[in-house]
Structure formats: C-alpha cells, structure tokens
C-alpha cells in the first residue's frame, strides 16, 4: 500500500533551470495539494486540485505551476527556478465526498522531495 | 481571522518525562482538530484528530490531546516521552471552505529529547 510516492526525493537545479516534480496517490482521493516547507514558516500551500482537469492557486503560487491530467497523478513545475524556492515539498492528498461532513479535511502526505537551487 | 498558535518553538524533556505541546486556535465555528508528526528526513504522519464527541482523543505512539472549547485548546500530552519522539510536531484547524474544508496550520514545535 504505497499511498502518496514523490519523486524525485532530491534535486539540484541551478538558476533558471526547470523542473517537475511527480506526486502519485493510490487511494483514489479526489483532493491533492502541493505544500512546501521552510524553516520558521510552517507549511505553505502552493497549489490544490479538486479533481482531475483542475488546479487552484494555494497561498504561495507564484512560480510554480500544476497540472492534474490523470486522479492519481499532480504534477508540480517550476518553469525558471530561483534560489527563493530552494525548499522542501510535500505532496498530499484527501478524501472527498458528496457528503459535506465526510470531508473532514484530514491530510495523507508524501514522504517529500528536497530541492536545492543555486 | 483563522489561525493557528504553537506557542513553544522548541522544547527538550528527558526520556521518561511527561510531554504537553500546547496549540491554540482562532476559528468562529466549530473546528476539526488535528496533531500531525514529523520525524526527521520524513513526511507528516497523522497523530490523532478531534471531529466530536468525547473532548479526550487517543492516537497513535501512546499521545493524546483534550479540546477545550473555553480556551480553543487542543493539547497534546504523553505521560512518558521516548527518544523516538524526537520530531517536529504540527497542529492544524480545518476549517469551512466552500464546499470543501481547508487546512490551517500552526508552525510547529520541535522536541527534543535527552537520555
């Protein structure tokens, strides 16, 4: 039972270099999430997805983009990278339902993928 | 606004010591409350959660955490600490978002734990 896989786990890029990072769930949750984490700042949504074929922006967007093509699969890219994104990032996701009470907002994470920009 | 206090940055306890990391909230309803740990080098992994009911919630690892509504409290406690709970710990609030809930997270409070 592999539930939230992220890869790469670690990466170096250099300025202005571009990437994706990969986030698969295997619980057939409707909701996922990029977070990223930094020292004294806590967690930091990025981006969300209600469902497959939408993304939403997160507190922190700019710089990143996603994309949600399959369920299981959402995809987090930085186009031009800046050292300003060097940072740890979680991938999770939640369960939904068409009952609102269901919904209780409960989080499965990643094991996240570090990535240093120079 | 909606927020989330963890007032203690770090705290070290010896092994065999009793544990409370303290999280206060401000939500105008009713909130779901979780506790989530880090270990280091790994994710977060769910702790407990409050939904409703009984104020007094069991988790995984032997913690526990009481709501209190009158303080919009939700402690977590462990009457014996060991070094395998050193780790970076979060609460979060998930509060009415839509249709759907968001979480809020607090910035988390590190233990450290001597032998």
């Known amino acids: 039972n592999a539930g939230v896989t992220q890869t790469p786990k670690f990466r170096v890029l250099k300025t202005g270099q571009s990437m994706t990072l990969l986030c698969a769930q295997d619980m057939n949750h409707e909701y996922m999430y990029w977070y990223r984490q930094d020292p004294g700042m806590g967690l930091r949504l990025i981006h969300y997805?209600?469902?497959?074929?939408?993304?939403a922006k997160g507190e922190v967007p700019d710089g990143y983009n996603v994309s949600r093509l399959k369920k299981q699969n959402f995809l987090l890219g930085l186009e031009s990278a800046a050292p300003s994104q060097t940072s740890v990032y979680f991938c999770a996701s939640s369960y939904s339902s068409l009952s609102f009470l269901r919904n209780t907002g409960e989080l499965f994470f990643g094991e996240g993928s570090r990535l240093t920009v120079l | 606004a909606q927020s989330v206090t963890q007032p203690d940055i770090h705290i070290t306890v010896s092994e065999g010591a009793s544990l409370e990391l303290r999280c206060n909230y401000s939500y105008g309803a009713t909130p779901y409350l979780f506790w989530y740990v880090q270990s280091p080098g790994q994710g977060l992994q769910l702790l407990l959660k409050y939904f409703s009911g009984d104020t007094l919630v069991q988790g995984i690892k032997g913690f526990e955490a009481e709501f209190k509504r009158s303080q919009s409290s939700f402690n977590l406690r462990k009457p014996s600490v060991h070094w395998s709970d050193a780790a970076e710990y979060f609460c979060a609030v998930g509060v009415n978002a839509g249709n759907n809930r968001k979480l809020i997270w607090g910035l988390g409070t590190s233990l450290a734990v001597n032998p």
């Open positions: 997805s209600v469902g497959e074929g939408t993304t």
